[in-house]
């Protein structure tokens, strides 16, 4: 069955401290993968996404993150966190098929940030 | 340009009540989804209109959830009548035909069901 693993629910980080929030994914075959984020009620926006070429992507607000095929991974990463980066954040996957864009989504990581 | 618009933002009905949420998407964006967010879960795909006919509505509750986009433009998702579980945020998002997984998100309609 398809599905997507975001094993931490809750984060804590200082601003200013480095993040990588973990993401795995069960799925046929490579899928397409995103990140979104989602701010206190405010709808989803996409930081990133990977369909091919470098296995390194990066996105808006300072975010990267990396496919690893062998890993099934597609961890999130910031260098250094600012306190607007608060939010809950959502890996998804959408399947490699010309008729359809349908996503599946993890069940998403709070990041709580600190002054 | 404006985004997805959404309302009501919030809605609190009981049991068994009947209730309607309002999306209207990103002028030109053919393509239009419906998704559940249940506290503590992802989105969830509902249902998925190309213009004013359905793509998917494979994941929908039929029983109780009805959606439709008459004119190919605003669209309205009802469930009748509600449960518990029904609590969620219902989110609508919008894309233009011919580029996927480029989807706008609605800021959402918060519902309580109690």
């Known amino acids: 069955a398809q599905s997507v693993t975001q094993p931490d629910i809750h984060i804590t980080v200082s601003e200013g401290a480095s993040l990588e929030l973990r993401c795995n994914y069960s799925?046929?075959?490579?899928?397409?993968l995103f990140w979104y984020v989602q701010s206190p009620g405010q709808g989803l926006q996409l930081l990133l996404k990977?369909?091919?070429?470098?296995?390194l992507v990066q996105g808006i607000k300072g975010f990267e993150a990396e496919f690893k095929r062998s890993q099934s991974s597609f961890n999130l990463r910031k260098p250094s966190v600012h306190w607007s980066d608060a939010a809950e954040h959502f890996c998804?996957?959408?399947?490699?098929?010309?008729?359809?864009?349908?996503?599946?989504f993890g069940t998403g990581t709070r990041l709580q940030v600190f002054p | 340009e404006a985004g997805v618009a959404q309302s009501p933002r919030y809605k609190i009905i009981e049991k068994r009540q009947s209730v309607a949420f309002w999306c209207n998407p990103i002028s030109g964006h053919a393509t239009l989804y419906w998704y559940q967010q249940i506290l503590g879960q992802g989105p969830k795909l509902l249902i998925q209109?190309?213009?004013?006919?359905?793509?998917?509505d494979s994941q929908l509750p039929k029983d109780r959830f009805s959606a439709e986009r008459l004119k190919g433009v605003d669209s309205t998702l009802k469930i009748q009548p509600a449960k518990l579980e029904d609590s969620a945020v219902y989110l609508c998002?919008?894309?233009?035909?011919?580029?996927?997984?480029?989807?706008?998100f609605g800021p959402g309609t918060r519902l309580t069901v109690t």
């Open positions: 990977y369909f091919s070429g470098d296995t």
């Open positions: 799925y046929g075959a490579t899928p397409y």
């Open positions: 998002a919008s894309s233009l035909t011919g580029v996927p997984y480029e989807q706008y």
């Open positions: 209109f190309q213009n004013n006919g359905v793509v998917d």
């Open positions: 998804a996957v959408g399947p490699r098929a010309r008729n359809t864009d349908k996503l599946i």
